[in-house]
């Protein structure tokens, strides 16, 4: 199983938070956790998030640390190829 992407992201609301974008064979999805100790949640990735995955996940593909598949799925926005 792919290990997943991860990055730290400062929320209005929620304060800093963890996000990872996790893959488990052809699906996608975006997990964040408030605090070291708190459980992690899904949720619903906004335009800022895909832009920092496709950012992350392209410095990781030229190091050869993400698949061409991972890649096309991160491009088609998580959506069925």
């Known amino acids: 199983m792919?290990?997943?992407?991860?990055?730290t992201k400062k929320d209005p609301e929620l304060g800093k938070l963890k996000i990872e974008a996790r893959f488990f064979?052809?699906?996608?999805?975006f997990h964040r956790q408030a605090g070291r100790?708190?459980?992690w949640q899904s949720f619903?990735?906004?335009?800022?998030d895909w832009n920092t995955l496709t950012e992350l996940a392209e410095n990781?593909?030229?190091?050869?640390?993400v698949h061409e598949k991972?890649?096309?799925?991160i491009k088609?926005?998580?959506e069925k190829l």
Request: aromatic share 10%; proline share 16%; net charge positive.
């Open 60 to 65: 990781k593909f030229r190091r050869g640390k």
């Open 2 to 7: 792919p290990r997943p992407i991860g990055w």
């Open 70 to 73: 991972q890649m096309r799925i």
């Open 25 to 29: 064979g052809p699906k996608l999805t």
């Open 76 to 78: 088609a926005r998580g």
């Open 37 to 39: 100790f708190e459980p």
């Open 44 to 48: 619903e990735p906004v335009e800022e």
